[in-house]
């Protein structure tokens, strides 16, 4: 890995996934995602690689435990109940996920992945 060569790859380093399309709509074939690493503002980040920044401003963060493949029942709660609930709309930006974890040394019923829901800012009352 291009990044870890240079040791911009540390402890603190947390990968990303954003999703540009909903799974329930779009065949999945045509789905369009990017994955990513959290890197030092000080790295360089040279083709192919293309630097990129998540969220921004305000997010519901739901943390999963389990399996990636059972994250859809969190998905659905989150948009279908909680978001439906909380008087909140969504954002201008691609839902995102950090993976805590890694799942090369954690059982996957143990995967712990936040699940972050970008909102739209309120807007002041005139």
């Not at 947390?14 to 030092?40: K, N």
């Not at 990129?52 to 943390?63: D, I, Y």
Request: proline fraction near 10%; charge should be negative.
């Amino acid at each position: 890995m291009q990044l870890a060569a240079r040791g911009q790859v540390g402890p603190a380093s947390r990968w990303i996934a954003e999703y540009f399309d909903d799974p329930s709509s779009v065949p999945e074939r045509q789905l369009c995602s990017r994955a990513g690493l959290s890197v030092p503002d000080s790295a360089e980040v040279v083709p192919p690689l293309v630097a990129f920044e998540v969220g921004g401003g305000p997010c519901a963060v739901l943390r999963h435990r389990g399996p990636y493949a059972t994250m859809r029942a969190a998905y659905q709660w989150l948009y279908g109940h909680w978001l439906v609930n909380s008087g909140h709309e969504v954002g201008d930006a691609p839902v995102f996920e950090e993976y805590l974890n890694n799942p090369r040394d954690t059982a996957p019923a143990d995967l712990l992945t936040d699940i972050c829901l970008p909102l739209a800012r309120a807007t002041a009352a005139r």
